[in-house]
């Protein structure tokens, strides 16, 4: 579903961020605007983490409002770069959380590599870009961290200005995220006993290449969950075939809106989805995690 630019919004977002990934609002904050915005649920998936699980439970559970735990995790798959959802997989399972660790590791280490090459340009340090960090060693660093350190130091207005210059992905300054590949991706969902789908898989306005037909059959082969159809990067022509490849090989069909607090204009429910697709979600989930289903 999507919604216009209004005071309320319907369905469940399940596609939001917090200060533990790039967001600028804590996991609390994040439940009270959905509250305020009269949604009838939502979902946490900061990137690469859960660390934000405990405070957007406990927030749920003391406002009432159901919340699905979740994660954003960047994959790879030939030479297309895939962001994967996965919602309620096991947090102690050993294969997902060495994945994590793995990954959060590799992106410092990409993001401090940037700073250094940007830093000979820009009025930037790794100290500054340290300091937009909300959460210390709980928080996936990365390219947005950047972009808000060189907006108060001046270089621009907001991200969104800061992301069409220096930390564009066409930037000289531009190093790819280390990544997993795909279908290890979905192996450890899987293993942990998560639902994945591919987050905004249309999203021309972000990869140059997008997953093919084939590619998306080759996971739901190996038990992909479903496709985010509903995000505002993918334009109509690809949510016609999105919508088509979901009904050929049985995927669940959701929708989010990307949301990250300020610095971005993504809206908390512009996009959502049914309760009757998390419900769906939550009876194919066959991991130990808790589900705050009823607040």
Same mark, same amino acid.
């Given at each position: 579903?999507?919604?216009?630019?209004t005071?309320k919004?319907?369905?469940?977002?399940?596609?939001?961020?917090?200060?533990?990934?790039?967001?600028?609002?804590?996991?609390?904050?994040?439940?009270?605007q959905?509250?305020?915005?009269?949604?009838e649920?939502? #979902?946490?998936t900061?990137?690469?983490?859960?660390?934000?699980?405990?405070? #957007?439970?406990?927030?749920a559970?003391?406002?009432?409002?159901?919340?699905?735990p979740g994660?954003?995790?960047? #994959?790879q798959?030939?030479?297309v770069s895939?962001?994967?959802?996965?919602?309620?997989?096991?947090?102690?399972?050993?294969?997902?959380?060495?994945?994590?660790a793995? !990954?959060?590791?590799?992106?410092?280490?990409?993001t401090?590599?940037?700073?250094?090459?940007?830093?000979?340009?820009?009025p930037?340090?790794?100290?500054?870009?340290?300091?937009?960090?909300?959460?210390?060693?709980? !928080?996936?660093?990365?390219?947005?961290?950047?972009?808000?350190?060189?907006v108060?130091?001046?270089?621009?207005a907001?991200?969104?200005?800061?992301f #069409?210059?220096?930390?564009?992905?066409?930037?000289?300054y531009?190093?790819?995220?280390?990544?997993?590949? !795909?279908?290890?991706?979905?192996?450890?969902?899987n293993?942990?006993?998560?639902?994945?789908?591919?987050?905004?898989?249309?999203?021309?306005?972000?990869?140059?290449?997008?997953?093919?037909?084939?590619?998306i059959?080759?996971?739901?082969?190996e038990?992909?969950?479903?496709l985010e159809?509903?995000?505002?990067d993918?334009?109509?022509?690809?949510?016609?075939?999105?919508?088509?490849?979901?009904?050929?090989?049985?995927?669940l069909?959701?929708?989010?809106?990307?949301?990250?607090?300020?610095?971005?204009?993504?809206?908390?429910?512009?996009?959502s989805?049914?309760?009757?697709?998390?419900?769906?979600?939550?009876?194919?989930?066959?991991?130990?995690?808790?589900v705050?289903?009823?607040?």
């Open positions: 579903m999507t919604h216009e630019d005071a919004a319907s369905g469940w977002d399940l596609h939001c961020h917090t200060v533990f990934s790039d967001g600028t609002v804590t996991p609390r904050g994040m439940v009270e959905a509250q305020q915005l009269g949604l649920g939502l #979902a946490i900061d990137h690469d983490t859960n660390a934000g699980w405990d405070q #957007a439970r406990k927030a559970h003391d406002l009432g409002m159901p919340l699905l994660t954003e995790i960047t #994959a798959d030939g030479r895939v962001h994967m959802l996965a919602y309620l997989y096991d947090p102690e399972d050993p294969v997902i959380a060495g994945l994590f793995k !990954t959060r590791e590799a992106r410092l280490t990409r401090r590599t940037m700073v250094e090459r940007i830093s000979r340009d820009y930037i340090t790794w100290q500054d870009v340290l300091d937009q960090v909300k959460e210390g060693s709980k !928080t996936t660093v990365g390219r947005p961290h950047i972009a808000d350190a060189l108060k130091a001046g270089v621009y907001d991200r969104s200005q800061a #069409a210059g220096v930390c564009s992905s066409s930037s000289p531009y190093l790819p995220t280390p990544s997993p590949t !795909t279908h290890q991706v979905l192996a450890a969902v293993h942990a006993g998560g639902v994945l789908v591919i987050a905004h898989p249309g999203a021309v306005s972000r990869n140059p290449v997008l997953l093919s037909d084939q590619q059959a080759a996971l739901a082969r038990g992909l969950g479903g159809v509903w995000h505002r993918n334009p109509p022509e690809q949510r016609r075939r999105l919508l088509a490849l979901a009904q050929r090989w049985g995927l069909v959701t929708g989010g809106s990307d949301w990250h607090g300020q610095g971005k204009p993504n809206r908390m429910g512009e996009n989805t049914s309760g009757q697709v998390v419900a769906q979600i939550v009876d194919r989930a066959k991991g130990s995690c808790p705050a289903w009823e607040g």
